[in-house]
């Protein structure tokens, strides 16, 4: 077997031990003789399975039972809408803060359902800062605050967690989700995509607080409403059932491996390591301030963009993938979440210093 390291925003690498497992049961799930994929998601096999999964991620993140865990479908992006079609519970306002991409489509589907006041944003810094809280405007009266913890695009991150005065906070967690210790019950509610740090596409997860249910502004989709989503143990239609079984399985290896706290560690190192060799380089750049960056996904220039497809192309030979920048930014970026492990980075940091020696 030859597994390459991939550095792709999303959909992004899952660990080998786990795709391995999936392929021991694919055909047939411990002697049930069928897969996990033909599986009603009503029958006790597939309900085990669902169950397990959320239980384990509970554990992970130590989510109370004032919590409902949801499993859903049409990625963060319909969370950009099911957000604020849930939460406004009968307000006209609702406050978000703009720290890259991803919060500008957060907040441009907003905007279609409320009045938006944008608290805070980074851009006099062109994204390279998170505006400090004392910078920020009042949130009061607003139906909740969102932001985007990690802003995936952008290279952005918040080492801290907004105060925000008992209004409601919401967070798009798409690119950071079980990356490190998170305290839940400072959130009103979370999301993910799960291509990224969770399980492959497809699936969804919102973590919400029960008592912000059952609000949801009547013109809802039934598809959207997060309290009939929660009466339905996220089974109202036919879930995303082989991606949420892959996710449950993603969950027991980062419980082997012990949890937040240990993959919190791997993660600041392999950060660290990356940005260091970054700024100790003449050739390599990174725009964001120290305290800013993300420790998931580390974007970077070459001192000539004209090497950009000699560095992609010879990257792919030595088993380095898709570590093309976003359109929007151009460069580089290495996306290195839970399953990229600290080999990969330095396998990355080996080839990026011969590559300036070659041609810096
Ligand atoms: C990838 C990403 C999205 C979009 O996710 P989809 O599941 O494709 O809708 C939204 N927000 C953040 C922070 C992301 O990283």
Known sequence: MSRAYNFCAGPAALPAEVLLQAQQELVDWRGKGLSVMEMSHRSDEFVSIA????????????????????????????????????????????????????????????????????????????????????????????????????????????????????????????SCILSRPLDISQYGLIYAGAQKNIGPAGLTIVVVKKDLLGGALPLTPAMMDYKIAADNASMYNTPPTYAWYLSGLVFQWLKRLGGLDVIGEINRRKAEKLYNAIDNSEFYANPIKVGSRSRMNVPFTLRDDALNGVFLAEAERAGLLNLQGHRSVGGMRASIYNAMPEEGVDKLLEFMSDFERKHG
Request: hydrophobic share 40%; proline share 4%.
């Open 51 to 174: 169950t397990t999964a959320e239980k384990d991620f509970r554990d992970l993140l130590s989510v109370s039972d004032d919590y409902e865990v949801l499993f859903l479908q049409g990625g963060a992006s319909a969370q950009f809408s099911m957000v604020p079609l849930n939460l406004l519970r009968g307000k006209k306002s609702s406050a978000y803060v703009n720290t890259g991409i991803w919060s500008q489509k957060a907040i441009a589907e907003a905007k279609k359902y409320c009045d938006v006041a944008v608290v805070s944003s980074a851009e006099s810094t062109k994204f390279s800062e998170v505006p400090t809280q004392e910078t920020w405007s009042s949130v009061s009266g607003a139906a909740y605050v969102h932001y985007t913890p990690n802003e995936t695009i952008g290279g952005l991150e918040f080492d801290w967690v907004p105060e925000v005065d008992g209004v409601p906070l919401v967070a798009d967690m798409s």
